[in-house]
Each structure stands twice: as structure tokens, then as C-alpha cells.
């Protein structure tokens, strides 16, 4: 694919929001395929639980990647899809709230691996400042717009309780955060130029709770 056609599709960004999350599958099934050269829209689309029309539908918006008769080049796809998530780069991150979920995503290796490198870690607890976490020292969350500034972080990640969400989300948006990782149990506001999304673990378990509570056994007394 010509470097001139895949720069154009993507400033047309063409491609609607439901697609990307389905991008990372692809990628993900492509890490499983590593043995073979070449891999067909069918294959991707039963590994990801989609179908091969979703899946030649989803790059199409990116540009031509398949060969006829042979499929997707898996080598050329995983590179190029690394491309469109912007993940063929490095990306610092701010985490803010170094509590058990703040530290168990500061000990993730996974990220490091994807290019996101967290490289500043910010609480308002005395106790926790200054200690060192999966080499990253942890500091007052009133330093958090200088050492964002000094490390040109774009990234946050938000793992603190409910009724300080909206005021750290605030703080980061005036230090020049463009996108954010919530877990907390709120939808704070935020500018529309401010991507925030926003990840709620008590409605993911209610979700789950409901497919159980719900299952045709259960609603019909099967047994």
C-alpha cells in the first residue's frame, strides 16, 4: 500500500469509533498466527467473533491490505495496524491514584509492551508520596503540571475515589491532557477536545451478573 494513500485515509479519519476497539482484536489474532505467512478474512473473523465481511469492511477504511486469492500478509497487517492505533510509537503516562488498582496498573507490564510507558505516578497521600513503585517514584499530585509539562505527557490514567474524579480530571486538563483512562465510578466532564473513557468494574461485574441471571436455562426452568 502506497505511504501516500494510508497518510490520506487516515487524515479523513473516515473510520467510525466501533472500528478501533475491533483493530486491537485483529491485532491481538494476528500475535497468534505467527507461524503462517498469510491469513484470510474468515480466519481473522473466527478468532475474533466477527464475520469476514465485518472484518474486509473494517480495513477498507485504512486502504487496500489484502492479496487476491491469498488473504492479508500478516507480517505487513500487524505493521500496519500498529500504525493506525498509534501504538508504532512511544507514549508517556501520568497515572493518578496510587491505590490497589493505581498500583496493580503501575506493575502492568502489558502497557510497556504496547508503547504506553508510565513515567509519573501522582496521590494526595502523604504516605504513598515519595515511595517508589515499579520504578516510578510517586509524587504530590500538585507537581502533576510541571512534570507533565517537562515530560510531554499526553496520556492519563485515573484510579481514584468517585468524589475526587472530577477535580484530578480538571487538574489534568488544564496541564494539557488529551486523552484519559477513568476507572473512577463517575462520568466527569471534560472538553470535547479531551478524549475520556470511561471504565466502571461494578457495571462490568452488573453486566456479567445479568447474562447469568438471564441465561435461557434459568429464564425457562430448564434443568
Not at 502523604?126 to 513503585?133: F, M, P, S, V
Not at 475520556?196 to 435461557?216: C, G, M, Q, T
Amino acid at each position: 500500500m502506497p505511504a501516500e494513500l494510508f497518510s490520506i485515509k487516515m487524515k479523513n479519519k473516515k473510520a467510525p469509533v466501533v472500528t478501533i476497539p475491533r483493530l486491537s482484536f485483529y491485532y491481538r489474532a494476528l500475535m497468534e498466527k505467527s507461524d503462517t505467512q498469510f491469513v484470510s478474512s474468515q480466519e481473522l473473523a473466527e478468532l475474533t467473533g466477527t464475520s469476514a465481511a465485518q472484518v474486509r469492511k473494517d480495513f477498507a477504511y485504512f486502504g487496500q491490505f489484502g492479496a487476491a486469492g491469498k488473504g492479508y500478509r500478516v507480517d505487513f497487517l500487524k505493521n500496519s495496524i500498529t500504525r493506525i492505533l498509534g501504538v508504532d510509537k512511544k507514549w508517556p503516562v501520568a497515572l493518578v491514584g496510587v491505590g490497589n488498582l493505581g498500583s496493580a496498573l503501575l506493575s502492568y507490564k502489558g502497557f510497556l509492551r504496547q508503547g504506553f510507558h508510565v513515567v509519573a505516578a501522582f496521590d494526595s497521600d502523604e504516605e504513598k508520596i515519595g515511595r517508589e513503585l515499579a520504578g516510578v517514584i510517586v509524587q504530590n499530585i500538585d507537581a502533576l503540571k510541571d512534570e507533565i509539562k517537562l515530560k510531554k505527557i499526553k496520556i492519563a490514567v485515573v484510579t481514584v475515589p468517585q468524589q475526587a474524579a472530577q477535580d484530578v480530571i480538571d487538574k489534568l486538563v488544564r496541564s494539557g491532557i488529551k486523552a484519559i483512562l477513568n476507572f473512577a465510578p463517575v462520568r466527569p466532564r471534560a472538553p470535547k477536545s479531551v478524549e475520556v473513557h470511561n471504565i466502571d468494574l461494578s457495571i462490568e461485574l452488573e453486566r456479567l451478573a445479568y447474562f447469568l441471571s438471564n441465561s435461557p436455562r434459568r429464564i425457562f426452568g430448564a434443568h
